[in-house]
């Protein structure tokens, strides 16, 4: 079992920046992915972001390349996305998950999912 407990989610207006933090307990993360995900009211769950544990590769969608950045601490157990330019479109919950299979960008492919927390972006 992995235990994944976001935080770092807020208010900001267009422009401004946040950094989501995703602290991970359980089993050892050297051979998970661990991914960032996001779902705006009506909407879907769709992908943000991923990072390979042990190599520290990383994906991302292509709306959030350049304004996203994804990493990890090992000594801390914790992934981060660093989410600069946030622009109104980016206001959803945010979920990290952790998955088995580095490249996946399918909700049914993670394994573990934490809370989530809210972000909101001002116009």
């Known amino acids: 079992q992995v235990q994944l407990v976001e935080s770092g989610g807020g208010l900001v207006q267009a422009g401004g920046s946040l950094r989501l933090s995703c602290a991970a307990s359980?089993?050892?993360?050297?051979?998970?992915?661990m991914g960032w995900f996001r779902q705006a009211p009506g909407k879907e769950r769709e992908f943000v972001a991923a990072?390979?544990?042990?190599?520290?590769?990383?994906f991302s969608t292509d709306s959030v390349k350049g304004r996203f950045t994804i990493s990890r601490d090992n000594a801390k157990n914790t992934v981060y996305l660093q989410m600069n330019s946030l622009k109104p479109e980016d206001t959803a919950v945010y979920y990290c998950a952790a998955s088995r299979t580095y490249g996946r960008t399918r909700v049914y492919d993670y394994d573990y999912w934490g809370q989530g927390t809210q972000v909101t972006v001002s116009s």
């Open positions: 359980g089993r050892t993360l050297s051979s998970y992915t």
């Open positions: 990072i390979n544990w042990r190599t520290e590769r990383t």
